[in-house]
């Protein structure tokens, strides 16, 4: 059962343009909702995380929306840059000890 | 400061082989968890170390797969023996806390012929 679903798979997105990736889950006892951020050949890294105590967070050209009563969250890349082609995962946990639960990935792509 | 580093980048293994993957996590980082990545989907969590202690093994097969974490501080992932459907990136993460934000090394593609 995949507790967190992603939405794209895939986006292009033409640069200067949003990018908007979606997130849904079910278990209510999810508190932390990080985005990680993935190249070709490396590993996830840690882009822009939000708790649900607040609807909306960001850093930069990076925005988390947070909809708790909906159970969604996305992300939203402003101005987007060929740069930010990669791939990207939500993810979601109950806080304390239990480890992270990551969505399925949306690839990326901004062109020119 | 270092990262997390993982060896081999890359392995290229029979079917029946063993093979093995080595983690050193961040310098004081307790937590360590190792992930398996399918091509096209996001991490799954294997095991999670809390020092030495294996505290989430749930989603290891463990008829195939061991982890040990001896001393605490870096890792091994055994898989004894490997099958196709093995096949993928093996993802080594730290973190300072059990809620803390998760470093991940570069990871280990596995290739099982």
């Known amino acids: 059962q995949q507790q967190v679903k992603q939405s794209p798979q895939s986006l292009i997105v033409q640069k200067g343009g949003i990018s908007i990736i979606n997130c849904a889950y079910e278990?209510?006892?999810?508190?932390?909702f990080p985005w990680y951020q993935q190249f070709p050949g490396k590993g996830p890294a840690l882009l822009i995380a939000?708790?649900?105590?607040?609807s909306e967070k960001k850093e930069g050209r990076f925005t988390i929306s947070f909809n708790k009563s909906a159970k969604q969250f996305s992300l939203h890349i402003m101005d987007s840059q060929p740069g930010d082609s990669a791939t990207y995962f939500c993810a979601a946990t109950p806080l304390g000890n239990t480890p992270l639960v990551f969505g399925k990935g949306t690839r990326l792509s901004v062109i020119a | 400061e270092a990262g997390v580093v993982q060896s081999p980048r890359y392995k290229i293994i029979e079917k029946k082989q063993p093979v093995a993957f080595w983690c050193n996590p961040i310098s004081g980082h307790n937590t360590l968890y190792w992930y398996r990545q399918n091509l096209g989907q996001g991490p799954e969590l294997l095991i999670r170390?809390?020092?030495?202690?294996?505290?989430?093994d749930s989603q290891l097969p463990k008829d195939r797969f061991s982890a040990e974490r001896l001393k605490g501080v870096d890792s091994t992932l055994k898989i004894q023996p490997a099958e196709l459907g093995d096949s993928a990136v093996y993802l080594c993460?730290?973190?300072?806390?059990?809620?803390?934000?998760?470093?991940f090394g570069e990871g280990s593609r596995l290739t099982v012929l």
């Open positions: 993460a730290s973190s300072a806390r059990q809620d803390g934000e998760l470093f």
């Open positions: 170390y809390e020092n030495e202690e294996a505290v989430d």
């Open positions: 278990n209510t006892a999810f508190d932390y």
């Open positions: 939000i708790r649900p105590d607040v």
